[in-house]
Nanobody, 127 residues
């Protein structure tokens, strides 16, 4: 069984930066796409960005473009979410998600399209 463990969350002032990590453990880890989602209190879980595991190609929601960067370290089975110029509206629990297979009809921006999830890490941005 593969587990995904996030770390790096915390409290930061507006304009600050944080880097989240998500590490997969287990000998059967397989990934095509890893993504970051977030969920603010009272809101639905929303897509933040994703990375293709083999190519490193990334895609972000509009509000994350230019501020957030996703990268991965294949040797360590770890994906990162580097966040800069943070805003209070970025406050949420951040989750990493993994898709083990490719489905042609999937857009990979919806939570149900991912197989595995981390437990989440809280990010709080104060104004």
């Amino acid at each position: 069984q593969v587990q995904f463990v996030e770390s790096g969350g915390g409290l930061v002032q507006a304009g600050g930066s944080l880097t989240l990590s998500c590490t997969a453990s287990g000998s059967t880890f397989r990934s095509y796409i890893m993504a970051w989602f977030r969920q603010a209190p009272g809101a639905e879980r929303e897509f933040v960005g994703r990375i293709w595991w083999t190519t490193g190609q990334t895609f972000y929601r509009d509000s994350a473009k230019g501020r957030f960067t996703i990268s991965r370290d294949s040797a360590k089975n770890t994906v990162f979410l580097q966040m800069t110029s943070l805003k209070p509206e970025d406050t949420a629990i951040y989750y990493c998600a993994n898709s083990r297979d490719i489905h042609e009809t999937y857009t990979y921006v919806r939570s149900h399209e991912f197989d595995d999830w981390g437990q989440g890490t809280q990010v709080t941005v104060s104004s």
